[in-house]
Every structure is written in structure tokens, then in C-alpha cells.
């Protein structure tokens, strides 16, 4: 109970990091994914956006730094949603330096497939540079920042909502019944 409450505070944005707006969709009938995204105007390292990402959840989803996978998603999620404010993304390439990949969310593990680096980037400039963040000089540029060299780089950050498998009404019914069923099959097990 208590948890959902703090959940529902979390969503609502009073509660915890004042959120710049509710979470805002990028839906399909307009050409989107049909994920949240919400930017957070905060001052924060990287390390502590990708933690506190995962601390807020909206809708029963838990979020995620954003994962940007399509030049549409690069717009909708830095121009819609962050209004070209520089905000940090979800992908790194600390430990394996030069390759970047997602550190969070469906593709966890997974190369970039889609980049907009300005001109130059990524330089791992001035003693290293291990974080992905857009609306870095240009709107909707990626730039990589923060540490080993600028470590205590702080900015916004972009968190991102999806259902995993995200299922449709019926189907979601289909899952309550059978979950429903296997509790009835449990208690008669236990009856015997
Ligand atoms: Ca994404
Ligand atoms: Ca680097
Ligand atoms: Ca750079």
C-alpha cells in the first residue's frame, strides 16, 4: 500500500526530484512507440540520473535513461519532451572505451544503431568522457561527457517509460484469467 502511494506520488511528480512535467507520450498514431518520456531539469552526474531513473516509475513501468533509437525518437524525446535543454541519454562507453552501448531499458547491452554526434564527437575529450547526452551545443546533438575527465559534469536528464511487451486489454484479461486459474489449481493442489 505504501508502496503504491509512493508511487503514485513519484508519477505525480510531488513527491522526491520535482519533475519538469508528466510524463509525456509519443504515441503511434502519430508515428511514435508508444513509450513515456519525461525530462527531469535537474543538476545531477550521470551515475545519479541513471539511478534515480530507475527510482520513478509511472503507470506500473519503471523508468529508464532514455534509449534513443530513431532520429524521430532523438526529436521527440530532446526537442517535445527535454525542449533542447542539455539532458543526459541512457548509453555509455565506460569500460569499453570508443564503443558505446545502452546501459538500461529494452536494449540493455545493445550498440547504438541510430547516433546524431555533432561534428567531432564523441572525442573522449580531457582526460575521458564516458556519457551520452543530447542537446549538447546544437538541439538534438550527442555529445559524450562526464567522467573519468569531467566527473562532476551535471546536467538534466531524460527518463523513458515502456511496458515491457506492452500488451493490449485482451490480452491482459487472457493473463488475469490464467493467473486466476493457476490460483485455483494452487488451492485445490492444497485441499488434497
Ligand atoms: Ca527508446
Ligand atoms: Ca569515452
Ligand atoms: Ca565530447
Redo the contacts with the bound molecule.
Keep these: 500500500m505504501r508502496k503504491v502511494l509512493m508511487t503514485a506520488l513519484l508519477a505525480s511528480g510531488l513527491f522526491g526530484q520535482a519533475a519538469n512535467a508528466v510524463p509525456v507520450l509519443w504515441d503511434s498514431a502519430s508515428g511514435g512507440n508508444d513509450h513515456y518520456y519525461e525530462f527531469f531539469d535537474a543538476n545531477v552526474t550521470w551515475d545519479d540520473a541513471f539511478k534515480a531513473a530507475q527510482s520513478v516509475s509511472f503507470m506500473g513501468m519503471t523508468g529508464y535513461l532514455a534509449t534513443i533509437t530513431s532520429a524521430g525518437e532523438n526529436r521527440f524525446a530532446s526537442v517535445t519532451v527535454a525542449g533542447g535543454i542539455l539532458a543526459w541519454l541512457g548509453a555509455s562507453d565506460a569500460g569499453n572505451e570508443g564503443t558505446f552501448t545502452w546501459r538500461d531499458g529494452p536494449e540493455t547491452g545493445q550498440a547504438l544503431t541510430y547516433t546524431n554526434w555533432n561534428p567531432g ?3 573522449n ?1 580531457c582526460g575521458g ?1 564516458n556519457y551520452l547526452q543530447t542537446n549538447f551545443g546544437a538541439v538534438m546533438g550527442w ?3 562526464g567522467g573519468p575527465g569531467n566527473a562532476g559534469q551535471v546536467n538534466g536528464y531524460l527518463v523513458e517509460f515502456s511496458a515491457p511487451g506492452t500488451v493490449p486489454e485482451p490480452a491482459s484479461l487472457a493473463l488475469v484469467m490464467a493467473a486466476a486459474l493457476a490460483g485455483v489449481g494452487v488451492s485445490r493442489r492444497r485441499n488434497r
Excluded: A
Design positions: 564527437e564523441p572525442n575529450c568522457e555529445n559524450d561527457h
